[in-house]
């Protein structure tokens, strides 16, 4: 046991599963010699050799389109996008192959690989380094999107998306990369993926999140004198409905923490699945808090464009008094 | 080997006469398979098909010059180096007839499926060819795209990778003169495709696309050296294709009769016609009873085809994760 932040957790979890598994090949933008520009695997190369932990081109479409080739010869790349806003050229692989290998070949041929990416904003970053545009992968049948929101949460969560047989899209929230810090247990372990986690029960209402919105929603929660269920989702893909629809039927009101932008995002998703489960349950609309539908700011307005703790208990309080 | 069955003789690899048989035989299978889909997709049988006719020897010079274990990763026009690989004809029909099991092939075939987006497929490749090089296997991958493909960013991507990487790929550019009606001279302002490795610290090789003889030897170089682990090589096959796009297009808008009339003349199969028949391998006979098996045989996997099960709805469930979740069961609960 020892007192982590989200970087020692993913590097942690990275070292024993590469210990673990000797298929596991670790590759990105400067993830070698450099440790990665967050240092998520820094020493690994020393460590495990240049065969395992590599340094590639500074190629979106060629990491990604390689590591489906590599996962299909059996080994399992574990790939980083330095940030999740340099994905976007690797989609084409992502949707039209990685997602669709099993199905194609009717199971001959499997894509067992991750890509990992931090994510979100808050750190004061440049253009393209804070979006969350996670929806753009739940959105794809045959890939799963975890998106871990405290270091426990995260070494046990990436335990699971390298074991997994599927791909995985893994969006770590650098935002509280090491703003949190936890007791995480040196022993390997895993946390399933597609649950759910009932972060404190409670019956005036459920508040919905995941990621980094975890931590801020928390910390609203502190200044609120209420019982809430609070919910993170963890897995956005697949999704464990069940346990938000059962909190939902129990305290009848809902708020949705969402750091992406409004339209089309994971909320909408929750609040359509609520309406076809719990609707008779409800005694308020649920609410969705979230950014705005507009362009990421550069940083000096960042703090305006997150939804931030005035926004969350001000959202929980309309629900609460509907 | 040139249009008339001429072969340069410091150039000729040995080759018996079995394997130049296995040669016309593959190339002869090729363009009555392709003769066939068109006609099945005429009449309604299949879907949209892109024919191969012209390009026997680059698919079947390739295909046969590689090993067991290699993987070989197509384009959707490489129907016939699939099948000169042992890809059942069935499969590729099934395929073309819009059903997924067509691309469920044995996995000791070591192939993969036919990848549609342009050139996509080359970045894969190259990730199982370092995975070869990460495991220590003496193996390789060999990718097929067309001229066209040469233009889009995975394969630029895929060759830098494969350089850099070492990894034991062979590219092969399948150069058939068109990207549907786009000529190579809009595609590249580089004098040919082959010389595009340069650039990546590569070898590049450009040879006739019609000589099977030629094709093979390419490829088979290419091969022995990624085993040896000297890298990947990027081959441009010089071909023609003679028949339309795909059954959906219609090649006279965009070329001249007279131009496909002048490529007629260096037909690939024509031409080992004329070698073996001065080496006295092909007689009339021999063709006679090749035509008669070789119509048997298509006739079989077209009736194969065509009686098979029709497949379960739930198997497009099945095949989406490893596992269903609760969602995916209810959703396909629907289905019956």
Redesign the interface.
């Known amino acids: 046991m020892a007192e982590m932040n989200m970087v020692e957790a993913v590097r942690h979890v990275l070292d024993q599963e590469m210990g673990r598994d000797k298929d596991v090949?670790l590759y990105g933008e400067d993830i070698g010699k450099n440790g990665g520009v967050f240092r998520t695997t820094d020493g690994l190369q020393k460590k495990y050799g240049e065969?395992?932990v590599i340094d590639?081109?500074l190629?979106e479409?060629?990491i990604?389109?390689?590591?489906?080739?590599?996962?299909?010869?059996?080994?399992k790349?574990v790939v980083e996008i330095q940030f999740s806003g340099f994905a976007y050229?690797g989609l084409?692989?992502l949707i039209?192959?990685a997602a669709r290998?099993?199905?194609?070949?009717?199971?001959?041929?499997?894509c067992p690989m991750v890509m990992r990416t931090p994510y979100g904003g808050g750190i004061r970053a440049l253009e393209h380094h804070s979006e969350s545009v996670e929806s753009l992968y739940i959105h794809i049948?045959?890939l799963?999107v975890v998106i871990p929101s405290t270091p426990y949460e995260a070494k046990g969560l990436l335990a699971s998306a390298i074991r997994?047989?599927?791909p995985v899209i893994f969006l770590e929230p650098k935002r509280v990369y090491r703003s949190i810090k936890e007791e995480v247990p040196s022993k390997s372990y895993t946390i399933p993926l597609?649950k759910c986690r009932i972060v404190q029960h409670g019956s005036d209402i459920t508040v919905i999140t995941w990621g980094a919105m975890l931590k801020y929603t928390m910390e609203a929660l502190a200044k609120m004198d209420i019982s809430a269920e609070v919910i993170d989702v963890r897995t956005l893909s697949?999704?464990d409905?069940?346990t938000v629809i059962d909190s939902v039927k129990k305290t009848g009101r809902a708020v949705i923490v969402q750091e992406a932008v409004k339209t089309l995002g994971f909320a909408s998703e929750i609040i359509a699945r609520i309406n076809e489960k719990a609707l008779l349950s409800l005694e308020a609309p649920v609410k969705r808090i979230t950014a705005p539908d507009i362009i990421f700011p550069l940083f000096k307005l960042e703090n305006e464009y997150l939804p931030g703790e005035e926004d969350i208990i001000k959202g929980i309080k309309e629900v609460l008094e509907f | 080997m040139d249009e008339k069955g001429e072969v340069d003789g410091k150039l000729m690899p040995k080759f018996s006469s079995k394997q130049i048989k296995d040669f016309y035989e593959s190339m002869y299978i090729l363009r009555a398979f392709d003769k066939k889909a068109v006609s099945l997709q005429r009449q309604g049988r299949l879907g949209t098909y892109p024919q191969i006719t012209g390009m026997e020897a680059t698919q079947v010079g390739t295909a046969l010059a590689l090993q067991k274990a290699d993987?070989m990763?197509p384009s959707f026009r490489e129907s016939g180096a699939m099948i000169a690989r042992g890809i059942p004809m069935s499969k590729i029909l099934l395929y073309w007839g819009g059903d997924?099991?067509g691309?469920?092939?044995?996995?000791d075939q070591f192939t993969?499926?036919i990848?549609?987006?342009v050139g996509?497929q080359?970045?894969?490749?190259?990730?199982?060819?370092?995975?070869?090089k990460?495991?220590g296997h003496k193996k390789a991958?060999l990718v097929y795209f067309g001229d066209g493909a040469t233009s889009r960013?995975?394969f630029h991507?895929?060759m830098?990778?494969a350089s850099?990487m070492k990894a034991p790929c062979v590219f092969i550019c399948n150069n058939n003169q068109f990207a549907i009606s786009t000529r190579p001279d809009k595609e590249t302002a580089s004098e040919t495709f082959a010389q595009k490795a340069i650039a990546y610290g590569m070898e590049g090789v450009k040879v006739d696309g019609n000589d099977v003889f030629g094709v093979y030897k390419a490829t088979q170089d290419a091969l022995k050296k990624a085993y040896s682990g000297k890298g990947p090589t990027l081959i441009e096959c010089y071909t023609y294709r003679m028949l339309d796009h795909t059954t959906s297009d219609d090649a006279s808008r965009y070329r001249s009769k007279k131009e496909v009339d002048e490529w007629a003349k260096k037909d690939p199969i024509d031409r080992l016609r004329k070698y073996m028949e001065k080496k006295k391998l092909w007689t009339k006979d021999y063709e006679g009873k090749l035509y008669n098996k070789v119509q048997k045989m298509i006739e079989k996997e077209v009736e194969k085809m065509e009686n098979i099960t029709p497949p379960d709805v739930k198997?497009?469930f099945k095949?989406?994760?490893?596992e269903m979740?609760?969602?995916?069961k209810e959703q396909m609960s629907k289905y019956g």
């Open positions: 090949i065969k395992r590639s081109p190629a479409v060629g990604i389109g390689t590591a489906i080739g590599m996962a299909a010869y059996g080994l790349p050229a084409e692989n039209s192959h290998i099993r199905n194609r070949t009717r199971g001959m041929f499997t049948p045959g799963k997994d047989p599927d597609g697949p999704f409905e069940k | 993987w990763f997924e099991r691309s469920q092939f044995a996995k993969f499926p990848s549609i987006p996509s080359t970045t894969h490749a190259v990730g199982t060819a370092w995975g070869m990460i495991k991958s960013g995975d991507e895929a830098n990778f850099v198997d497009i095949y989406t994760y490893a979740d609760d969602e995916l």
